[in-house]
């Protein structure tokens, strides 16, 4: 876990004091609003349909005990006593009052944490794999490069004002855990020639209106000229991205509209041009760096306990906990627990101050007082000792936070939508929890097995519909809310857009069209071990198009979009 340095602390204190003058500025009436809007945004800060929203940085997902504590503190102190943890390993906080967000980020800076470049169009919070460091298929830890990222392009004076935001995603696995191939740029460190290190660079993925998979840009860029070569990137695209329209203003619509090859030829050169001794990370910064990472000492155990064994025989719920929610270690005789944030009926992704301090207090008991927030919007105690599951379990089960779905199709990621979001065009949670209410019998949804169902409330995608096996779509249909559902997209290694199946439906009959695809999954796979993807890849969406609307159904439902852009 990184811990900051006094130029950090130094650093978003200051930055906090800055805002806190900005604020006393605008509710004196010296600011506008429109002059008070991209300040506001470089820290965090939205207006929502409701009120302001801070949305909080967790970079790459890695929280400390004390950290997950200060969130719950102010979460209870200037908001509702509830945090949305989102599909950027970020936390919003949906109700705070603008007169109070200077005393926030004074009290998240004092817990080494901040705000900044949580929106605005600028290179946002930086991604990772969330088992990071611990992950047993793992070549290299990934976090102290995504470290390396977020302090090479926090207030960069190049990349504060590209023409739209920019996303990083980072990971060190041969499992893609990160969705790089959703990203603007995507990052994997893989083993080049005579076993050295670098990384394979992907460049132009995104969902949204118009949705790609990122291409690959460099099968191998050693590691020391990682910041050469992406300042090379942002600066062809800082060049040639549109700028005299939003819609078009992102790198992945530079990328399809000049092809691959030669934004390629146009990065190359531009890196060829670049002063690298300059812009590369000298070997001293990068140990300065990494020496700022505390790692726990785990001592090897045996990979089985007599009396975790014996409960998972005698107690069913237990048992399922270990399978679905329970991954193997790198290292023997430990285990990276997952906390689901989705018992059905919840709504997707929201904790209270209550269940934060209790995840805080079992990271410092169990976990080396370590937390990591999943893209999945769910949490992960990452360095628990197979001795422990017992008493981590006993601690969730007392806190409503031991659900057992973790992958399975209540595992539901949804952003906020209609019911917090100006830019919705529909309600997401309400979906959300009644989909979940349909499979929330455990022996259910393990049935069905792996599942991934994704529900947005516009186009914009903060739910990532595209990348669902099952994708949502809240739309706006002459007035009334509709969704639109698409099936067959992954946000992994094989990463693919999922396909609109036809009409869309009104909310009172998503969940019954969602039983419906499920069911037609059920009759159809080969057999219990043939996942919801793998059926729908080698059968094609013929039946469950005919099974939702009939063999004369019509498909095409693409009259349904709305333009809308965030912010």
Sequence with gaps: MYRYDGFDHAFVTERAHQFRDQVSR???????????????????????????MLR??????????DQLRALAYVSRRWDRGLGHFTTRQNLQLNWVRLEDTPDILDALAKAGMHAIQTSGNCIRNVTADPYAGVAIDEIEDPRIW?????????????FSFLPRKFKFAITGALEDR????????????????????????????????????????????????????????????????????????????????????????????????????SLDLPEGEFARIAANFSTPLLTPASASDAEINARRRADPAFDRWVRLNVLPHRVTGHAIVNISLKEPG??????????????????????HSEIRATYQQSLALPNVAVRDLGAVYDGLVAAGLATANIELVTDIIACPGLDYCNLANARSIGIAQEIAKRFAAPARAEAIGPLRLNISGCIN??????????????????????????????????????????????????????????????????????????????????????????????????DDLEETVDG
Excluded at 28 to 49: A, C, D, H, M, S
Excluded at 190 to 206: C, E, L, N
Aim: hydrophobic content about 40%; charged content about 25%.
């Design 26 to 52: 605008r509710l004196g009436g010296q600011l506008t609003e429109e002059q008070f809007r991209p300040l506001r945004l470089q820290n965090g800060l939205y207006l929502q349909l409701h009120g302001y």
């Design 56 to 65: 909080v940085a967790i970079p790459y997902g890695v929280l400390s005990a």
């Design 146 to 158: 995504a470290e390396v990222l977020r302090q090479w392009s926090t207030i960069h004076p190049e």
């Design 178 to 277: 990160a969705a790089i191939l959703f990203h603007d740029v995507g990052l994997k460190i893989v083993r080049g020639q005579k076993g050295r290190t670098g990384f394979r660079i992907f460049v132009g993925g995104g969902q949204g209106r118009t949705p790609y998979v990122a291409q690959e840009i460099a099968a191998f860029v050693p590691k020391e000229h990682l910041l050469s070569y992406l300042t090379a990137i942002m600066a062809v695209y800082n060049q040639h991205g549109r700028r005299d329209n939003i819609y078009k203003a992102r790198i992945k619509i530079l990328v399809n509209a000049l092809g691959i090859d030669r934004f390629r030829e146009e990065v190359d050169a531009e890196w060829a041009r670049l002063d690298r001794t």
């Design 346 to 367: 919840q709504v997707p992704g929201d904790a209270t101050a209550e269940q934060m301090e209790t995840v805080a207090a079992l990271a410092d008991l169990h976990g």
């Design 461 to 558: 995608a903060c739910g990532h519909h595209h990348a669902g096996n099952i994708g949502i779509l809240g739309v706006d249909k002459k007035g009334t809310e509709h969704y639109q559902v698409s099936l067959g997209g992954s946000p992994k290694d094989d990463a693919e857009i999922g396909e609109i199946i036809g009409p869309s439906f009104t909310a009172g009959d998503v969940p019954g069209a969602i039983e419906t695809i499920v069911e037609t999954y059920l009759s159809k796979r080969l057999d219990d071990g043939e996942t919801f993807l793998a059926a729908y890849r080698r059968l094609g969406k013929a039946p469950f198009r005919d099974a939702l609307y009939g063999a004369d159904g019509k498909t095409n439902a693409t």
